[in-house]
């Protein structure tokens, strides 16, 4: 007899294969008896009937619910109830930065799996060779890594958005002039920040682009040769330089031997109270403009903008041209081919004569942009500039002048303008000249009669006049009494010329069509009340400023399109006090005006008191 055990889950072996129902058993909450394995003997000898006899009344022994009573077990788990049908699951809001839902990745590859493992049962097949692979990403540490756009938004951040010098866009044209120049390329803490070039050797580059594209010379022999020699050993921060800027002495300390016999140049004692015992004379160790240009050409290749500056002083030296030589020898400056822009600051002692201009303007054939600024007004200052702009060259696209920047009221024309009167026309000479610019910027002295000249030289075809900004000092009138040429808002007869100057403005568009911004504006830094300083300007299809009848009627003649962002009536609340001045409490304590009535400045005339 062999003694065999049969599992009590599943199968019996009676020539084929048996299984037993699990759901079955399920369904009638019934338990396999505890029981793993159930003895029978069995013959070798018996027949194979007797053998199938006996399984099947086992089988039936088991399966039968009374065959062995169990105590039932614990209810199932009801089912998961399914979802509504209704359900909508919530949208992504629009402040989301990707409103639609990203898919997953849906190609699921073991990591594991060998390069050749492509097929989904292959992948779920662990080698057992093949040693487990962790794919670990390698994190930025260091600043180095970083973009380039990083690094330049760091130092943007440091010192400040770098100007172009190829787009006078960059600058707001017209309101660019020198002074926004002189600061538009160069940082005043750039000494400190130095150091910074020693974070790492990107920086090193990045810094000294910001340090070196713009500097500062002096114009002499001994600043000069400094300058050479350092560049010389240093060739590679040329190409950094964008912006020359020149400054030639007006006066230097007359050096005094402290004992008898010294000859060492001893500097004079300095006290808190200020310089003792020192005396000054003319500077003698002055470079000439040939050596400056000289040093910018074989220097600095990249160069863009170059400011000459002569200083101011009275009877301030005229910065000399070239060597003492022969007088039937003409010579000129070394050319400088990359030079865009040149900035002139007190100009008299640079240019005094259209052969001044000449000379320069042969140096620089692809000059652009030239800014000229006189430190004092003078009538030599006009006369000496109407001369050369008779011969401006056609190159020139962009012209910036300052002739009077004393942004104060007078109370009648001087005498200096006056002798300019009697020689000429100023505001014909800049007219003619400006019919063939495409930026005009200008503070000084104009009248309505720029605007005349200027539509009677301009050809409505082949103009390229784009932009026109005009800082009035005052307006020019002729048989003016010397009580009636005075300038400030609490004068009616400059008012009235004002508004004949802007009514000269709004004509002159109808052959100016390339026009797209028109600025004038009269600056008191002395006025009672700044905002109602008059001004007038058209810029993308809207117009502000001062306005009357004529005005408006103007407008919709010449540009039909234009309309004036606001329109009131009066300045304020208006008053009387005690004393019987007239009060002002403006309505535009602080916000840019838009609307000033011209009327209303006769209310003015007798003065005003601000509450």
């Not at 910001?210 to 020699?229: F, P, Q």
């Not at 240093?234 to 964008?242: A, E, G, S």
């Not at 600024?373 to 401006?392: D, G, H, I, N, R």
């Not at 009340?529 to 103007?554: H, K, Q, T």
């Amino acid at each position: 007899m062999i003694t065999l055990g049969t599992r009590d889950s599943a199968t019996f072996h009676n020539g084929d294969m048996v299984t037993a129902n699990p759901f079955e058993a399920h369904s009638q909450s019934l338990h396999l008896p505890r029981e793993h394995y159930l003895q029978r003997d069995i013959s070798i000898d018996r027949d194979e009937d007797e053998d199938e006899g006996t399984a099947t009344v086992e089988l039936t022994a088991i399966m039968t619910a009374t065959s062995t009573p169990v105590t039932p077990g614990p209810a199932s788990p009801p089912l998961e109830q399914p979802k509504p049908n209704d359900f909508v699951p919530p949208t992504r809001p629009s402040s989301t930065p990707f409103p639609n839902a990203q898919q997953g990745q849906t190609d699921i590859r073991c990591l594991t799996c060998q390069p050749d493992c492509l097929s989904f049962d292959d992948c779920m097949v662990v080698s057992p060779v093949s040693p487990l692979v962790v794919v670990e990403q390698t994190p930025i540490l260091t600043l180095a890594q970083l973009p380039a756009e990083i690094h330049e938004c760091i130092l943007d951040h440091i010192f400040g958005y770098r100007v172009s010098t190829t787009s006078p866009s960059s600058l707001k044209i017209p309101s660019v002039n020198a002074r926004s120049w002189s600061t538009a390329l160069r940082h005043s803490r750039r000494k400190e920040l130095s150091n910074l070039a020693l974070v790492c050797p990107l920086w090193r580059d990045l810094i000294q682009q910001r340090l070196y594209r713009h500097i500062k010379l002096k114009a002499t022999v001994h600043c000069s040769n400094d300058v050479m020699a350092f560049f010389v050993s240093h060739p590679h921060l040329r190409t950094y330089v964008k912006h020359i800027e020149i400054w030639f002495p007006v006066f230097q300390p007359k050096f005094h031997p402290t004992t008898p016999g010294d000859t060492s140049l001893a500097l004079p004692t300095v006290s808190p109270e200020g310089i003792a015992s020192a005396t000054y004379a003319l500077p003698t160790d002055n470079s000439t403009l040939e050596e400056i240009f000289y040093l910018a050409s074989m220097q600095f290749p990249e160069a863009r903008v170059m400011t000459l500056e002569g200083g101011e002083r009275k009877k301030a030296p005229r910065v000399k041209f070239n060597f003492a030589g022969p007088s039937w020898v003409a010579r000129g400056l070394p050319e400088i081919s990359s030079i865009r822009t040149l900035i002139v600051k007190g100009q008299w002692n640079i240019i005094r004569q259209p052969k001044d201009w000449e000379v320069i303007s042969r140096a620089l054939p692809n000059l652009e942009e030239w800014h000229g600024t006189y430190a004092k007004p003078k009538s030599k200052s006009y006369l000496s500039m109407a001369s050369t702009l008779e011969c401006l060259d056609p190159k020139i696209t962009s012209l910036n002048l300052c002739l009077e920047c004393d942004y104060r009221r007078e109370m009648a024309c001087p005498p200096y303008y006056l002798k300019v009167c009697e020689q000429l026309h100023w505001c014909e000479k800049m007219a003619k000249a400006a019919s063939n610019l495409e930026h005009l910027s200008y503070t000084g002295r104009v009248c309505h009669g720029f605007f005349d000249m200027l539509a009677k030289y301009s050809d409505p075809r082949t103009t390229r006049l784009k932009t026109i900004d005009l800082t009035v000092k005052n307006c020019c009138r002729q048989n003016a009494q010397w009580n009636e040429s005075g300038s400030g808002i609490t004068d009616m007869h400059f008012i009235a010329a004002f508004e004949q100057l802007v009514l000269g403005g709004i004509r002159a568009l109808e052959r100016l069509k390339s026009v797209e911004l028109l600025r004038i504006r009269y600056v008191d830094l002395d006025s009672p009340v700044p905002p109602l300083n008059p001004y007038f300007m058209i810029r993308d299809g809207w117009c502000s400023g001062v306005w009357s009848d004529e005005i408006v009627a103007e407008i919709n003649r010449i540009r039909p399109d234009i309309r004036f962002e606001e329109m009131v009536e009066s300045f304020g609340e208006v008053g009387y006090n005690k004393e019987g001045r007239l009060v002002i409490n403006p309505d535009f304590p602080k916000s840019r005006v838009l609307s000033l009535k011209l009327a209303n400045y006769a209310m003015l005339s007798s003065g005003v008191a601000i509450m």
